[in-house]
């Protein structure tokens, strides 16, 4: 029996629009899908600050914005990159494969 996380089906890749962010349901979590570049990025669709969802709110290049309160994060490890938000936003590895997103939520 192998440790190692489960690889999640979360979209189709093409469902995932350039330079944009999307949200979805990946085994109850609500989860943000970016492409920035021809890459998938994926993290909480939560803000750590205002409970916003981020899917909702401005990517620009590798940093999305939340919509409620303007607090930013890299999409690449979480930080915040501007106030008010202080708290990482959670990252999960992502694997394309045939054409879909696949997301280890656990590890």
């Not at 970016?34 to 401005?58: E, I, M, P, Q, W």
């Not at 938000?85 to 959670?90: L, N, Q, Y």
Request: hydrophobic share 35%; glycine share 10%; with cysteine.
């Amino acid at each position: 029996m192998s440790n190692e996380p489960e690889w999640l089906d979360a979209s189709d890749e093409a469902d995932v629009p350039e330079d944009d962010v999307i949200g979805v349901q990946v085994a109850g979590r609500d989860i943000a899908l970016y492409k920035v570049d021809g890459s998938v990025f994926a993290t909480d669709n939560t803000c750590t600050h205002g409970h916003a969802r981020l899917c909702d709110g401005f990517l620009d290049g590798h940093e999305i914005e939340c919509p409620l309160h303007q607090g930013r994060f890299d999409i690449r490890d979480g930080s915040p990159t501007c106030a008010p938000a202080t708290e990482a936003i959670r990252c999960y590895p992502v694997r394309i494969e045939g054409g879909r997103v696949f997301l280890q939520l656990q590890g």
